[in-house]
């Protein structure tokens, strides 16, 4: 039986969700928009990617209460693939590839852990093998596919977003408002050594190894801000205390899995450094 191979380059799902995510970090850390333009570009309308891409959406955003009903979803969307012009497909999806690689880097790009993976890896699967893969192997992306479809239980955050969907447009606006507003006033006196932690943490949350050596770059860095700023503190205690801190932060340096606490505490320790260096101006 041939192993059906799934391949990150040819994932519209996944190249898609790349883009977005470094989307996201551009827009928290700098004015850049690459990732914008290049997604405007391969998947602005009528193009054969943002076609397929559709496809993708439908079959992990679909819900169904029914088994028979889910296959049959999966038979036309299946269906629709095969409409594409898949010579204009493949093309454009080497140009994405290859732009991706021109401007950021692919490898790291791709490590970062996506939530629906292997959703979108099995939907590239059935789409790609559909006349070559056996039928258990067809049975089994399908399997991944169902899981993820059938319309489960509702919980407390599905209601209130029930509820939140029924609410008027201007409603729904005005409370989008109020949170991208609440967000702002919250991260607007970031520093640019926070900016570019945050950066760092969005888009390598789940690459460890990345996120690992960005971090280990940066103690050095603060350890020895801290350091100078020791032999210009006069008061004993406050002295003590920074000693005490820099010390501490060795422990977050040897952690094997970076948390979201030690985020946080260098966040902290970026505003030790940037005000003591207001005070010993």
Known sequence: MKKLKHSKYKNTGI???????????????SDKTIALDIIKKYFG?????????????SIIKEQ?????????????????YRKLNQSTLRRQKYNLVKEIQENF????????????????ASTYLLFEYADQATV????????VIL???MIAKKTETDELYEE????????RLLTYKLLVDKFNSKYTNLSEAQKKLLNQYITHVNDTD????????????????????????????????????????CNVENMKVIKESHVLSLLRYFDLVDELNRVHQ
């Open 15 to 29: 190249l898609f969700e790349m883009l977005v995510r470094k989307l996201t970090s551009e827009t928290l850390t």
């Open 210 to 249: 990345s996120l690992k050596r960005y971090i280990k770059t940066e103690i050095p860095k603060i350890k020895q801000q801290l350091k100078e700023h020791v032999s210009k503190t006069e008061d004993d205690v406050a002295r003590i205390k920074i000693e005490n801190l820099a010390e501490m932060l």
């Open 45 to 57: 309308k009528n193009t054969e990617l943002s076609k397929e891409l559709n496809l993708y959406n």
């Open 64 to 80: 169904h209460k029914s088994e028979a009903r889910a296959l049959d979803f999966i038979k036309e969307a299946q269906a629709a």
């Open 136 to 143: 258990q192997q067809i049975a089994k992306c399908k399997d």
């Open 105 to 120: 880097s692919f490898d790291s790009l791709s490590n970062a852990r996506i939530s629906n993976y292997k959703v979108l």
């Open 164 to 171: 939140f969907r029924k609410q008027s447009k201007d409603t």
């Open 147 to 149: 899981e993820h479809t």
